[in-house]
């Protein structure tokens, strides 16, 4: 794939605050690409400054090779959808989306070929005549996306457009705002705080905190393989636990030394751990790599999570089995369960 968009030390300073400490990222053409941290991380004012929106203080942009820093928004070929849509509540469905066509004096016959397309790409077929106010908050959604797309972008910035949805219309958009993408053949930056929406959408996921890249990654590099105790806290639940890794392939945490699969550290260097809950299973006692008792279960839906307090601390195990309060159980896990953490800093 092609490099398309190229931040080089990019610092963002507010009144003496600053926002982002020196991004360096790189995206492809064509890459489904999320911005994903806390509020406040940076993430929305990485994509304001993609958009010409604000400038960055220190550092580059370049857009297919060319600095942009000094190009305006409306001369840049990329569109944003804002978590509030901004829709004209005295336009209807049609002349939303044709909005943009309309301000580039595009003929009404193009105009409507285009509009009519978009229509069809985002369910709204039907729709053209109707006033955006009667809408639901999924539809606006869709006239949104519809609005930005029409203009033919090569990259479309989603700032948190699914935060204003019910869980349920969320989840379905998900998926729906996948499939645009893969059908128009742009590139899409989403900026999320939400790690589902991360882990379902994304071709890349670029993890950041504190104005800082922690990890850049596809959702199974950034679940399975976090790099440090920001990510594997952040994306998921986890067990982060302190330990001493020994040698190559030797790890030691809670008065055991376990075999595991990771390499490459100092002898003896301190190190953070990092056991997902679903990797845990609860056996009997004598079978267990750590005993401890169970402290509290809690159903939800598709499997039991259960507490296990050891003599060292408290794991958090997901299992389609319960366990009652007060049993005392094993702890089972495979050396390729254990994910040894450096706790160097940041990406």
């Not at 990485?46 to 001369?75: A, C, H, T």
């Not at 002349?95 to 016959?109: H, Y």
């Not at 809408?135 to 990259?155: D, F, K, T």
């Amino acid at each position: 794939m092609r490099k398309l968009i190229q931040f080089k030390n990019v610092v963002k300073d507010f009144d003496g605050q600053l926002v982002l400490k020196g991004i360096n990222l790189e995206i492809m053409e064509n890459e489904f690409v999320t911005l994903l941290g806390p509020s406040g991380c940076g993430k929305t004012t990485l994509l304001r400054i993609l958009g010409g929106f604000i400038e960055q203080s220190e550092g580059q942009v370049f857009f297919d090779d060319i600095e942009i820093s000094k190009v305006p928004p409306y001369k840049r070929e990329i569109n944003t959808v804002f978590q509030r849509y901004a829709l004209f509540p005295h336009m209807d469905v049609f002349d939303n989306i044709a909005f943009g066509l309309r301000i580039k004096k595009t003929s009404e016959n193009i105009i409507k070929q285009k509009v009519t397309k978009m229509l069809k790409l985002v369910d709204l077929d039907g729709y053209e005549n109707r006033a955006v106010t009667l809408l639901s908050g999924g539809q606006q959604q869709r006239v949104a996306i519809a609005r930005a797309l029409v203009n033919e972008p090569m990259v479309l910035l989603l700032d948190e457009p699914l935060g204003a949805l019910d869980l349920k219309l969320r989840k379905e958009m998900q998926l729906e705002l996948k499939k645009i993408q893969k059908e128009v053949g742009i590139t899409f930056i989403y900026v999320t705080h939400d790690q589902e929406e991360a882990l379902t959408m994304s071709d890349k996921i670029v993890v950041i905190n504190e104005g800082e890249i922690q990890q850049i990654g596809t959702p199974t590099d950034i679940y399975n393989e976090p790099e440090n105790r920001f990510v594997a806290d952040f994306i998921g639940e986890s067990n982060i636990i302190e330990g001493i890794m020994i040698d190559d392939y030797r790890v030691f945490f809670d008065g055991v030394e376990f075999e595991c699969v990771d390499y490459g550290f100092e002898d003896n260097e301190e190190v953070d751990i990092v056991i997902r809950p679903e990797d845990l299973d609860i056996v009997e006692p004598k079978h267990g790599k750590l005993v401890g008792n169970v402290i509290s279960t809690l159903f939800k839906g598709v499997h039991f999570e259960i507490v296990v307090q050891t003599a060292n601390r408290k794991f958090i195990v997901h299992t389609t089995d319960n366990s009652p309060i007060g049993t005392q159980v094993g702890l089972h896990f495979f050396k390729e369960d254990i994910h040894v953490m450096s706790k160097m800093g940041t990406y």
